[in-house]
């Protein structure tokens, strides 16, 4: 598996529900980043959480981090429509590389 | 918006063609990013300068070439391109420290024919 991979790949979901994805990683991290792409846009940032951090909330999303397990999870709660989109999560070492790596992304969908 | 912009957003060009994609941020950065991204693989990195200086190449082939002449703007001057390099090309633009928060722009969508 890849660096900053998420699962599942695609979810669909009905409005209200709330939508659970999870990033898994590799090496050591310092901080870990999710992002949120709709279709054939830009990134935006959502959420940061650092290595020292377990949990982090922002409106109607919550971050986990678990770095023994190398893990991270990202719950949307009573999702919209609006929501619909790529979300990403990205690992950074801290070492100012600049280097951030990217998963495959999961692409979840609201239904009205 | 986020405070970097792409031009052009859609971009078709035949193999034989030269284009430069254009990027400029309003953020006061220091570093721009090139990012390529293709169906079902992840965003890859391909070029990075801080304070204009290139400090990241990710072996990518020579028909891609980047400009960074102030740190405002990024371009990638693209020739010679090949079907398989078709892809939305993203540039970033973060302010470097310990935490790296990057800004995306829109996008080109780059179709090779």
């Known amino acids: 598996s890849q660096q900053g991979e998420e699962d599942p790949q695609a979810l669909s979901i009905q409005e209200g529900e709330n939508a659970t994805m999870n990033c898994s990683y590799k090496?050591?991290?310092?901080?870990l980043q999710w992002y949120r792409q709709n279709s054939g846009r830009g990134l935006v940032h959502l959420i940061l959480?650092?290595?020292?951090?377990r949990e982090k909330h922002s409106g109607r999303l919550r971050v986990t981090l678990d770095t023994s397990k190398k893990s991270s999870s990202l719950l949307i709660t009573a999702s919209r429509a609006a929501d619909t989109a790529s979300y990403f999560c990205?690992?950074?070492?801290?070492?100012?590389?600049?280097?951030?790596?990217f998963g495959t992304g999961t692409r979840l969908k609201v239904l009205a | 918006e986020t405070g970097v912009t792409q031009t052009p957003r859609h971009l078709v060009m035949g193999m034989t063609n030269k284009k430069s994609l254009k990027c400029e941020q309003h953020?006061?950065?220091?570093?721009m990013y090139w990012y390529k991204q293709s169906a079902k693989k992840p965003l890859e990195l391909m070029f990075v300068?801080?304070?204009?200086?290139?400090?990241e190449n990710n072996s990518v082939p020579s028909r891609f070439s980047p400009e960074c002449p102030n740190s405002s703007h990024l371009f990638l001057h693209l020739h010679t391109l090949q079907p398989e390099d078709s892809a939305l090309y993203l540039c970033?633009?973060?302010?470097?420290?310990?935490?790296?928060?990057?800004?995306f722009g829109p996008g080109t969508r780059l179709t090779v024919l």
């Open positions: 300068y801080n304070f204009k200086e290139q400090t």
């Open positions: 990205a690992t950074g070492d801290g070492t100012g590389t600049y280097k951030y790596i």
């Open positions: 970033a633009s973060s302010q470097v420290g310990e935490i790296n928060e990057q800004f």
């Open positions: 090496t050591s991290i310092n901080n």
């Open positions: 959480i650092r290595s020292n951090e």
């Open positions: 953020l006061g950065h220091n570093a």
